[in-house]
């Protein structure tokens, strides 16, 4: 297992000092860019998050949550480690999002809505380094797991079969169901309010991570 903390329920006016505070405990960073228009929400963008980068080691995982990411996508300052993942709802075609992440030299992924068949992700198997399961609708933190997320992350696994192809899932992820997620075969826990929610984070994580049943590598 791999945790990613989410940064949306982070301090937004201290955000190097919060990433600090869990580096040591966490193993990506995860970014939620929000555009008001795929989502009803805005968040951060490329400015912040280019901001944010010489202040930690942690890998970033972008999740793009906009309707463009064809334009957005080469403003991010992203290395090998770091991922940049869309939706396959977006209103650019996804091929096309997948090369213009593809060129920058990072890795790429694939999420989509709980409403969306978890089909239309599939011709995208081949293409992608990771999948990103939305087990909240996308949009805002602190927001109740979504069961059937667990269904779709087995039958996820299924079809990826020996693809070197990872399964985040995102949304509603606590001490209370942490494991039964990873059981379903997730290989990284995107985490937000059970993380910066919570007074001590690092301690937060640890605790992530001992429900989960797991240990961190370092
Ligand atoms: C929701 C975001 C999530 C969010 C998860 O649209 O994609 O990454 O930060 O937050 P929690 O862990 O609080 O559900
Ligand atoms: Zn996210």
Known sequence: MKLAASVLAADFAHLARDVQRVEAMVDLLHLDVMDGHFVPNLTFGPPVANALRPHTRLPFAIHLMIERPVRYAPVFRVGAEDSITIHVEATDPVEKALRAIRALGCKAGISFRPGT??????????????????????????????????????????????????????????????????????????????????????????????????????
Do not use: C, H, Y
């Open 117 to 218: 068949p978890l089909e239309r992700v599939f011709p995208f198997l081949d293409r992608v380094d990771l999948v990103l399961v939305m087990s909240v609708e996308p949009g805002f933190g602190g927001q109740a797991f979504l069961p059937e997320a667990l269904e779709r992350i087995r039958a996820l696994r299924r079809e990826i079969g020996s693809r070197p192809v990872e399964i985040a899932v995102d949304g509603g992820i606590g001490p209370a169901n942490v494991r039964s997620v990873v059981e379903a075969g997730a290989d990284v826990i995107v985490a937000g309010s059970a993380i910066f929610g919570k007074g001590d984070p690092a301690a937060a994580a640890l605790e992530l991570w001992t429900r989960a049943g797991r240990t961190k590598r370092s």
